[in-house]
Nanobody
């Protein structure tokens, strides 16, 4: 069973930044893609970004140019740097590893003035 620990959520004003982290306790996951998803209150969970084992990123259009996904395979950790945050970015952010299809517990991001 794979365990995931997420951290880095919080409350920021519009235009602010946050960095999320996701650490996986399965070293073989480094060869597989990982991704970030988010769920706003009352809405369905949506995909935000993916990164391959080699580090190739993909983003949903609404965050492209503002968010940066990265990973450190030596630390089995993936990151999401979120800049120029908007109120519509508010939600619970989930990490997902595709090796064994495991989800993190989620971390709350709130963007509010």
């Amino acid at each position: 069973q794979v365990h995931i620990v997420e951290s880095g959520g919080g409350t920021v004003q519009p235009g602010g930044s946050l960095r999320l982290s996701c650490t996986v306790d399965e070293s073989d996951s480094r060869w597989y893609s990982m991704g970030w998803y988010r769920q706003a209150s009352g809405k369905q969970r949506e995909w935000v970004a993916d990164i391959t084992g080699r580090g190739d990123p993909k983003y949903t259009p609404s965050v492209k140019g503002r968010f940066t996904i990265s990973r450190d395979n030596d630390k089995n950790t993936m990151y999401l740097q979120m800049d120029n945050l908007k109120s519509e970015d508010t939600g619970v952010y989930y990490c997902r590893e595709y090796y064994k299809n495991t989800w993190g517990q989620g971390t709350q991001v709130t963007v509010s003035s």
